[in-house]
C-alpha cells in the first residue's frame, strides 16, 4: 500500500508535466498542427460524392466560417471541428507568448465576414459559391434580392431609442449609404447579410471595370428615432 501511495504523486507530477509541455510549443508548431487538422476536415467533408446539393447542410461555425456537411457526417465533423478549435486556440496563445499577435495570427482573430451565396456540387464535390465566384449575370439577379431583404430585415421591429442601433454602411455602387443594425436583435445575421451585398456589389465593380473616383459621404451622424423607424444622415467629412 505504501509503494501505491508513493508513486500516486509520481505519475500526478509526470502527468503535469505531460499536459504543461504543451504550453511552450512554438507557434510554429501549433500552426502546422492547424493546418494537418484542417486538411483532415477537408478530407471527410468531402468524401460523400456530392449527387444531390440539398443533402449537404451549409453550417456556420464562430468567426464567419462555413462548412457544406453532409447529414451523415456531422458527428464526425463536430468531433474535427472541436480537435480543430482546440489546436487554434492554442496557436493563438502561443502568437500570444511570442509576440506575433499583432502580425501573423491577427488574420485569424477578426475576420471579415464574407457569407457564402450558395451551395453546387462541382465535378461530384460539395462546393460553397461566393460572391467573386458568380458572373455578371448572377451578381445581377442577386442585387435586387439581397438589398429588399436588408430593407425589410427590421420591418417589424420598432425604434423607440436610437441607442439600441448601430450605423452600417451599404455599399450601393461606389458610393455608400448608411444602414441601421439593433445591437441586440439578430445583430450578427443583418451584418452578414450586409457584408454578402457589399461583396456583391464589388463583384459587379470588378466585373465591369468601373473606376470610382470617392467624392462620396464617408460619415454617418448617430442614429435617429423617425416615425418609428431608424434614420442615419450621412455626410462627407
Same mark, same amino acid.
Not at 467533408?45 to 461555425?61: A, D, G, K, R
Given at each position: 500500500?505504501? *509503494? %501505491?501511495?508513493?508513486?500516486?504523486? #509520481?505519475?500526478?507530477?509526470?502527468?503535469? $508535466?505531460?499536459?504543461? *509541455?504543451?504550453?511552450?510549443?512554438?507557434?510554429?508548431?501549433?500552426?502546422?498542427?492547424? @493546418?494537418?487538422?484542417?486538411?483532415? !476536415?477537408?478530407? $471527410? !467533408?468531402?468524401?460523400?460524392?456530392?449527387?444531390?446539393? /440539398? /443533402?449537404?447542410? @451549409?453550417?456556420?461555425?464562430?468567426?464567419?466560417?462555413?462548412?457544406? =456537411?453532409?447529414?451523415?457526417?456531422?458527428?464526425?465533423?463536430? *468531433?474535427?471541428?472541436?480537435?480543430?478549435?482546440?489546436?487554434?486556440?492554442?496557436?493563438?496563445?502561443?502568437?500570444?507568448?511570442?509576440?506575433?499577435?499583432?502580425?501573423?495570427?491577427?488574420?485569424?482573430?477578426?475576420?471579415?465576414?464574407?457569407?457564402? =451565396?450558395?451551395? %453546387?456540387?462541382?465535378?461530384? +464535390?460539395?462546393?460553397?459559391?461566393?460572391?467573386?465566384?458568380?458572373?455578371?449575370?448572377?451578381?445581377? =439577379?442577386? $442585387?435586387?434580392?439581397?438589398? +429588399?431583404?436588408?430593407?425589410?430585415?427590421?420591418?417589424?421591429?420598432?425604434?423607440?431609442?436610437?441607442?439600441?442601433?448601430?450605423?452600417?454602411?451599404?455599399?450601393?455602387?461606389?458610393?455608400?449609404?448608411? @444602414?441601421?443594425?439593433?445591437?441586440?436583435?439578430?445583430?450578427? /445575421?443583418? #451584418?452578414?447579410?450586409?457584408?454578402?451585398?457589399?461583396?456583391?456589389?464589388?463583384?459587379?465593380?470588378?466585373? /465591369?471595370?468601373?473606376?470610382?473616383?470617392?467624392?462620396?459621404?464617408?460619415?454617418?451622424?448617430?442614429?435617429?428615432?423617425?416615425?418609428? +423607424?431608424?434614420?442615419?444622415? =450621412?455626410? *462627407?467629412?
Amino acid at each position: 500500500m505504501k *509503494k %501505491i501511495i508513493f508513486t500516486l504523486p #509520481i505519475i500526478g507530477f509526470l502527468l503535469f $508535466l505531460a499536459c504543461s *509541455k504543451d504550453n511552450f510549443n512554438s507557434f510554429e508548431y501549433w500552426d502546422e498542427q492547424v @493546418i494537418e487538422k484542417t486538411e483532415e !476536415l477537408t478530407t $471527410l !467533408l468531402q468524401s460523400v460524392p456530392c449527387t444531390n446539393i /440539398e /443533402e449537404f447542410e @451549409i453550417i456556420q461555425q464562430p468567426y464567419y466560417t462555413y462548412y457544406l =456537411v453532409h447529414s451523415s457526417l456531422k458527428s464526425q465533423f463536430e *468531433k474535427l471541428k472541436q480537435e480543430l478549435d482546440h489546436l487554434q486556440d492554442e496557436r493563438y496563445k502561443a502568437a500570444e507568448r511570442e509576440g506575433k499577435i499583432r502580425y501573423e495570427a491577427l488574420d485569424f482573430i477578426m475576420p471579415i465576414p464574407n457569407p457564402p =451565396v450558395g451551395k %453546387i456540387c462541382d465535378n461530384g +464535390k460539395p462546393k460553397l459559391r461566393f460572391a467573386h465566384d458568380l458572373s455578371l449575370e448572377e451578381v445581377n =439577379v442577386e $442585387l435586387p434580392k439581397r438589398y +429588399k431583404e436588408l430593407q425589410e430585415f427590421y420591418k417589424d421591429i420598432t425604434c423607440d431609442n436610437p441607442n439600441d442601433w448601430q450605423s452600417h454602411f451599404l455599399r450601393t455602387g461606389c458610393c455608400m449609404e448608411a @444602414i441601421a443594425v439593433h445591437k441586440t436583435i439578430r445583430s450578427a /445575421e443583418m #451584418i452578414e447579410k450586409i457584408q454578402l451585398y457589399n461583396h456583391l456589389t464589388e463583384r459587379k465593380l470588378s466585373l /465591369e471595370k468601373t473606376s470610382c473616383q470617392g467624392d462620396c459621404p464617408n460619415s454617418a451622424r448617430p442614429v435617429q428615432c423617425r416615425d418609428g +423607424k431608424p434614420y442615419i444622415e =450621412v455626410y *462627407k467629412s
